[in-house]
């Protein structure tokens, strides 16, 4: 039997083929670069789960991807920059009195909206009160904002975080995400799905543009970099004895026989090269930690009786209501469930990038892509949207060194000054758009539950 017919062989084939161009990329490009798009592999199979959660188990059309994502890195910044004091004092005192006059002020009107009842004026009343709450915020707000982004504004210019290791960002950028995804799922999940589609977007733009421009809290557009590392530097890497003594015992054939000079010029690049593919190796590792037991929770949960009601839920919502199922608190909760695991990838990927740069977040990656390689992989199968987000975003990446190539064979017969030519080449590096279409493409006329489909029956 065809292996890409058999269900049970299929993933074994499709993953095997999946390592096999991973593998290709490393003996003819470099092993540091294929263990680059590995982590961005990695960091984008978590968030694809995320998103599979929802959509695969639920039906829940996020097109707020972003907005989570974002979360997650300014958690990394939070979590893990250092204090900066003068800002603190500065205008510490007066942000802290404008949260809790906004946290306060907005507890005040809901009671009062409540105990109002149905006395006249009470739209006004509540209108009132709200606008009185939002100056009384801004009175303490505004000064202290100016004052922390007075602070140094070239290297600082905001509060600073925590300064507590970075990795712990990771769960903190997973409730950050998940807290964000109750506020607004108590608003949208009651709303049809095109229109859940509409809001989520809408409210990861402002997500995002608050981030932008808030320079007290993340520094904006001015982006944070040199964040901490839960890995080695490669300068640190290059220093240490027991580096150099490992690297060159890995080498040994290729230093036996060199002269003193050219040994220790062969043995320093060498351990250059070792350092920068040790560092990603260690990546690979952690973000690998984490894909497995996300992995592992979701298809418990997949399996268990809660994961057969959501997606009974899914099939017929009507039925399921009707059967004493709470539809929209089922909703609620995988909504939350699947921002937070986006969340966790988002911080993960601050964390590998060094720095935290808002003006990066984008649609088209964050929420377009990230949706692609859900339908390519398989929505529903775990295991499918794991798949997707290698095979994607590997595409990604390679399209743009393949179109090179491709167009360099094509043109190979043109003259060397042809405009025909020098235009064709100059818009290689747009064809990874096209690529992305057309995979998607032929994958929903040949495949259109994905590559990984969801099992019939859901076992």
């Known amino acids: 039997m065809n292996p890409l017919t058999n269900p049970s062989m299929r993933p074994y084939t499709v993953f095997g083929i999946?390592?096999?161009?991973?593998?290709?990329?490393?003996?003819t490009q470099s092993w540091g670069v294929s263990l680059t798009i590995i982590n961005m592999c990695i960091i984008s199979a978590i968030m694809t789960l995320g998103v599979n959660i929802q959509w695969g188990y639920a039906g829940l059309f996020n097109v707020g991807i972003m907005g989570f994502c974002a979360l997650g890195g300014a958690a990394a910044v939070l979590v893990s920059s250092q204090p900066v004091p003068e800002a603190i004092s500065g205008g510490g005192t007066g942000m802290a009195l404008a949260l809790l006059s906004l946290v306060g002020g907005c507890s005040f009107v809901f009671i009062l909206h409540k105990v109002w009842g149905k006395r006249p004026l009470r739209k006004t009343v509540t209108f009132v009160a709200a606008l009185a709450v939002y100056f009384l915020a801004r009175h303490f707000y505004d000064p202290a904002s100016a004052a922390i982004e007075a602070v140094n504004p070239a290297k600082t210019g905001f509060l600073g975080g925590l300064g507590l290791p970075i990795i712990f960002s990771w769960?903190?950028?997973?409730?950050?995400a998940a807290g964000a995804a109750w506020l607004i799922g108590k608003v949208?999940?009651?709303l049809r799905t095109d229109y859940l589609a509409i809001a989520t977007l809408g409210i990861a733009e402002i997500i995002v543009a608050l981030l932008k421009n808030e320079e007290w809290l993340t520094r904006g557009a001015k982006n944070v970099t040199g964040l901490p590392r839960p890995v080695p530097f490669e300068l640190e890497l290059q220093q240490a004895n027991w580096f150099i003594e490992l690297v060159t015992k890995f080498n040994t054939d290729l230093l036996v026989g060199l002269a003193a000079d050219e040994r220790t010029a062969a043995l320093k690049s060498l351990v250059m090269d070792a350092s920068g593919i040790f560092v990603?190796?260690?990546y690979a590792g952690l973000f690998l930690t984490v894909l497995v037991i996300l992995f592992s929770l979701a298809q418990l949960a997949l399996n268990s009786p809660w994961?057969?009601?959501v997606r009974a839920i899914r099939d017929n919502e009507t039925a399921a209501g009707a059967m004493g199922k709470d539809v929209k608190a089922r909703?609620?909760?995988?909504?939350?469930?699947?921002s937070a695991v986006v969340g966790i990838a988002g911080a993960m990927m601050t964390t590998l990038d060094g720095q935290f740069t808002p003006g990066t977040y984008n649609p088209l990656r964050y929420t377009f892509l990230i949706w692609v390689m859900v339908i390519v992989g398989g929505s529903g199968n775990n295991l499918g949207s794991i798949l997707g987000g290698f095979l994607v975003w590997f595409i990604w990446i390679e399209a743009e060194p393949m179109g090179n190539w491709l167009m360099s064979v094509v043109t190979s017969g043109l003259d060397p000054a042809s405009e025909l030519r020098?235009?064709?080449?100059g818009s290689a590096q747009y064809m990874r758009l096209m690529v992305m279409g057309g995979v998607l493409l032929v994958v929903l006329r040949f495949a259109p539950s994905g590559i990984l489909p969801e099992r019939s029956g859901h076992k």
């Open 18 to 27: 999946m390592a096999a161009l991973l593998i290709f990329v490393g003996t």
């Open 171 to 176: 769960l903190v950028g997973g409730l950050f």
């Open 188 to 190: 949208t999940l009651g």
């Open 280 to 282: 990603k190796l260690c």
């Open 307 to 309: 994961g057969r009601m």
């Open 331 to 338: 909703h609620l909760q995988i909504f939350v469930i699947g």
């Open 422 to 425: 020098n235009h064709l080449i």
